[in-house]
């Protein structure tokens, strides 16, 4: 089952194409030769990732914020797409603290739009609608969360993304027949995703590259929480493969999935941040984290993927020092040559296929 060959000539809808992961996706799905549909707010940074690799050429490039549900209906009836990926949303934890209502209403409400959406979707479509692995209520257990493990989460954006993921579940249940539904639903839940292109504010990525491009310390707020770091593309290729597996299979209709890295692939901050200063020159950094009290942010998370394996035969392809390489020659990069990065965004994408295929992937083949 090749994702290249499958995606070629389709029509795909992304929501959120000029953030973070949905850039990567909207570059990824340019390469196969897919017909996209991008739906978003501006991007929140500069620079930023779709911007700087030019990733609206060829593309229908739409501004729609997604708490506007007649536009968003109106974009989605109109371009009439054979894929969704609805990755729109107000992502960052400190952020949702400051301002918890739009947290909300991007998180929860947003996601009911798209759902209203599809229900007035004639014809067949396969929905992979992203929420987050915050979306659990989190104990700080040691072992990986399954999809059947209890939602919620202690802050505002946590929270929301577990009501992201019971608004699905309720919608598909009430409005989307397995056995005669055209629209097809999944969920898929990813977190501590690093990777080229994220410049996003209180992230420990971003931070490093900011400060140490301009020769600063980078200050480090929990340098001792561990989070099972995984490149963009890692769940990106769950998505992809999710949403071709959820077109040939109803039986994973209404069905949420989880895609992280292999489950000894746990590291600290303080880990990363090393790992990340073997790729730069003259980096410094500093623990401030008994010189502050800022939110709560959770010391452990880690996700079981088992499900991901047995149904989609996919699993993480990359291993820790990997990722870390491939997100730091991404920023090395771009701030050597920015006219550089959108060959390096494919070159990127290009050698994770190559080492997808040689461990024997199924998504990878040609």
């Keep these: 089952m090749s994702i290249s060959k499958h995606y070629k000539n ?28 991008g739906i978003s707010l501006d991007p929140l940074t500069s620079p930023n990732h779709f911007e700087v690799a030019n990733l609206q050429e060829g593309i229908i490039d739409l501004r729609i914020d997604i708490r506007d549900p007649a536009g968003l209906e109106k974009a989605i009836l109109d371009f009439k797409p054979d894929y969704v990926f609805h990755l729109a949303a107000q992502a960052l934890v400190r952020k949702s603290y400051n301002d918890p209502l739009d947290t909300w209403n991007t998180n929860v409400m947003g996601t009911l739009h798209v759902l209203e959406a599809l229900r007035n979707l004639d014809k ?3 929905a992979v609608l992203i929420t987050s ?4 209520d989190n104990v700080e257990w040691i072992w990986g969360y399954r999809e059947n493990d209890a939602l919620g989460g202690p802050d505002p954006y946590s929270a929301s993304k577990g009501a992201a993921e019971l608004a699905i579940k309720s ?20 977190g501590n995703v690093i990777g080229g ?3 996003s504010e209180d992230r420990i990525v971003p931070d490093c590259v900011k400060a140490w ?21 890692e769940p990106l290729s769950g998505y992809l493969s999710l949403g071709v597996h959820l077109n040939q299979n109803k039986d994973l209709h209404g069905e949420p999935f989880n895609f992280g890295p292999l489950a000894n692939q746990n590291h600290s901050v303080l880990e990363l941040v090393k790992q990340m200063s073997i790729h730069w020159n003259q980096v410094k950094w500093k623990d401030i984290s008994g010189e502050t009290k800022g939110p709560y942010e959770s010391g452990l998370l880690k996700l079981n993927c088992d499900k991901a394996l047995a ?12 990722t870390v390489q491939f ?3 991404w920023y090395n990069a771009y701030y050597s040559d920015p006219s550089e990065i959108q060959k390096m965004t494919d070159r990127q994408i290009g050698l994770y296929q190559d080492k997808a295929k040689s461990k024997g992937l199924a998504w990878a083949n040609d």
């Excluded at 027949?177 to 055209?182: F, G, I, L, R």
């Excluded at 149904?311 to 990997?322: R, S």
């Design 311 to 322: 149904h989609l035969k996919w699993v993480a392809v990359m291993g820790f020092e990997e």
């Design 10 to 37: 389709k029509k795909v809808l992304i929501t959120g194409h000029t953030g973070f992961k949905g850039a990567w996706l909207t570059a990824w799905l340019k390469r196969m030769g897919a017909d996209i549909c």
């Design 133 to 136: 692995d915050k979306c659990y």
């Design 213 to 233: 491009a301009n020769h600063e310390i980078v200050e480090l707020r929990n340098p001792m929480a561990t989070r099972p770091w995984q490149h963009v593309l």
């Design 171 to 190: 919608h598909i249940k009430s409005y989307f027949p397995k056995d005669t539904s055209k629209v097809r639903i999944a969920s898929a839940r990813a």
């Design 124 to 126: 067949h479509c396969s």
């Design 197 to 199: 292109g994220d410049w």
């Design 327 to 329: 997100t730091s020659e």
